[in-house]
Structures are given as C-alpha cells and as structure tokens.
C-alpha cells in the first residue's frame, strides 16, 4: 500500500538536505510492507529548497515536488494532500515537518498503528512516552496547550489528548471525505477542523506517544494569533454542529407561541382546559413539522426514504403522539390536583397556561428533537454520523 509523506517547506533547504536522506537511507528500509513516497510541499521558497529536492529526485524515483504560492500552512497541505490522493493514488498519507521537530524515526511506529486497525493515527506529545521541548519558555508551552485543551472542553471529547498534533497519518479513503476546499483556516488550526471532521465520522483514532523536539535550525513560527485562530475554529465548528439544534430551538419557540395563543382563545370559547391543551399542541405540531421540513431539516426534503410532505406529516403525527399525550395529561392532572386556576404574584392564571411551559421545555421539545432526527429525518440523521464502511481495494 503506497503511503505518501507530506513535508510542507518554507525556506528549509537546510533541514530538507537533511531530512531526504536520514528518510531515505535510515527510515523507509524499516517499512517493509508498504510503498513510501515523499511529496515535498514547497511555497516557493526563495532559498533553493525546490532547488535541493530536485537534484534529489534524480536519485529518489520515490520523492516528488509540489510548488505553490505562500498562503499559510494548512493551505500548503490541503494542495499536498489532494495531489496525493488524486494524482499519486495515496493508501494513507502523513503530516510531518521537514524541520526535524517530528522524529522520523517514529514513522514505523504510526504505520504499524494503523497496520493494527487504526484510521487516524496521532502523534501524541500528551500521554505517557510524549513530550514536548523542554527549552520552551511558558509562553510557548500555553500557546501549545491552551488551544488542546479548549478544543477538548468544547467538543466535551477528552478522548484525545493531543488535539493540536501536526504529526498524524491518515487514510485516503476518510480524508476524501472530509471538505478540504473550506476548512476554517489555511494556518495550524488547519489540523484541528480535519481532526473533528474525521472524529465526528466515527474512524478508528489511535494517539502513539512522540517527543516533539525543538527545531534543528530556524525558529518556530507559531504564534499568538494562530492561538486566537485555533479558538475560532473551534468555537465555529461547535456552532455548525449544533445548527440544526438551534433551528429547532427557534421553531420551537415559534410553536410554543402558537400553542399559547390557541390554548388561551380555546379556553376563551368556553371548552375544558384539557381539550383547548390538546387543540392547541396539535396545531402547534403542524406548524412546528411545516418550519422544521421546509428549514431545520430542509436538506433532506429530496429523500425518497421519507416520501412526500403529506407523507412525512402522516408520520409526524403518529410519533409525536406521545408529546400531546405528554401535554394533555400534564394539563389534566394539574388541573385536577392544583385547581382552574393558580394565583402568581396576586394575578389568577389559567393552571393550563402555567403548566405547559416546564412541561415543553422540560419533557417535550427533547422528545420532539430525539423524534425528529431518529424517525421523521432518520436518514439526513444517519449520514451525518455514519460513514460508509471502509473498502477493501488497496
């Protein structure tokens, strides 16, 4: 299986004179059931990186180049990794930097993890085995771990340890998946929103232990702004994932409007609290399925696993039956054990009217939201958790 390694340059011609032959003549004869390819990713450096690696290639059929023009980081490996995919037929391709801060003596291991079964390997600095420079001041430290650690805290995943890695190998078959044309930054956080995409499709995460050492030659270039970079990507892809929700939200509220009014003019027309309850979360269901179908869920719309409107309407009510029943039997029994109606702050107030809203917010829109997205818009909710299962050709 043909594994490309990616080494993003800017202006490293000393590392990647380096770098090529320890790759070359100390590391890939330790692979022996793998094809090892070298893409270098370069910006045009202007001091003869591309330069360097051609004169290489005329003695390693293995390494290949692949010039652009300087727009950040993530960018360079986004152009990297298409071409490995699409031109050089990748099995799997690693992130590694060229500066010598990743050990390629670690390659083997992250390959034999994946040969085990993982998808998505990383080369953890944060569990037992890693490290990170000890010459680091503080400053880089944080800048290094505040970001990990606010990804872990928002995305509630702690089963990661090392969110910011640069050093990982993933197969081609999942990063074909992910939408390398509009991850949220072209500099490090780059790897942050690959690493969500990948997780949040359920691949198979293994983190190996690395010591990530300080640079050989030149200086780091991270700074304070790709920390503020890395934040805003994640707090943007935990927004995206709770879209829908808010959608829903809000035409919940919408139907909570509805519902209330109808509840109130029933009951102005003379009929039992009970039945005006029932009346009016009927009516507030219909207009919740017609906003939810048409917006929060209007993706799936096309889905002939769910037929036409009147169709999905038809299967709409019969699941939410159980929110109406909820509802009415929450009036009912308020009603009967607390009276027609319950003085607050020295106002009489319909029991009904009090009653329902603890019980919507409580017990109805969760059951409404679980309902929506595992019965009525089951195979929109299926795809976006699932994946297709990984294909056998090599």
């Known amino acids: 299986m043909k594994i490309v390694i990616i080494l993003p340059t800017y202006n490293e011609k000393t590392n ?3 770098m090529i ?31 360097v690696v051609r004169e290489y290639m005329k003695h390693y059929k293995n390494l290949h180049l692949l010039e652009g023009n300087k727009e950040g980081l993530g960018a360079a490996y986004v152009r990297a990794m298409r071409y490995a995919m699409d031109e050089m037929d990748a099995y799997a391709v690693l992130e590694f930097d060229a500066d010598f801060q990743h050990d390629p003596q670690d390659i083997p ?3 034999k993890a994946m040969d085990e079964g993982a998808d998505y390997v990383i080369g953890s600095r944060y569990i037992p085995g890693g490290a990170i420079p000890k010459e680091w001041g503080f400053h880089r430290k944080l800048i290094s771990r505040v970001g990990g650690l606010f990804a872990q805290i928002v995305w509630m995943n702690f089963s990661i340890h090392d969110m910011t890695a640069g050093y990982k ?3 081609s078959e999942y990063l074909k998946k992910v939408d390398l044309e509009h991850l949220y930054s072209k500099y490090y956080a780059y790897k942050m929103h690959i690493l969500h995409d990948l997780v949040k499709m359920g691949v198979k995460v293994k983190e190996v232990p690395v010591i990530f050492y300080e640079r050989k030659a030149g200086s780091s270039k991270i700074t304070r702004k790709d920390l503020f970079d890395s934040l805003y990507v994640v707090l943007r892809l935990f927004i995206d994932d709770r879209k829908r929700f ?19 003019f029933c009951i102005m027309l003379g009929l039992q609290q009970f039945v005006a309850a029932m009346i009016a979360a009927e009516t507030a269901i219909l207009c919740n399925f017609t906003l939810n179908n048409m917006w929060t869920f209007g993706d799936t719309k096309g889905s002939k696993h769910h037929g036409g409107f009147f169709a999905r309407m038809l299967k709409f009510n019969v699941a939410s039956l159980a929110s109406i029943f909820i509802q009415g039997v929450a009036v009912y029994l308020a009603v009967m054990f607390l009276g027609e109606q319950l003085v607050i702050m020295g106002h009489a107030i319909h029991t009904s009217l009090v009653i329902l809203f603890p019980t919507i917010v409580l017990l109805v829109l969760p059951l409404n939201y679980i309902i929506y997205n595992r019965v009525i818009w089951k195979t929109q909710h299926l795809k976006n958790k699932k994946i297709e299962e990984p294909s056998n050709e090599k």
Not at 31 to 51: C, F, W
Not at 246 to 264: E, N
């Open 16 to 18: 990647i004179e380096k």
């Open 21 to 51: 032959p320890v790759l070359e003549k100390e590391v890939f004869p330790q692979i022996k059931n793998h094809e090892m390819q070298i893409l270098v990713a370069d910006d045009k450096s202007p001091d003869g990186t591309a330069d």
């Open 109 to 111: 291991r992250l390959i």
């Open 169 to 171: 190998l993933t197969k």
């Open 246 to 264: 808010i959608k829903f939200l809000f035409v919940g509220g919408t139907g909570f409007i509805i519902q209330y009014a109808i509840t109130y």
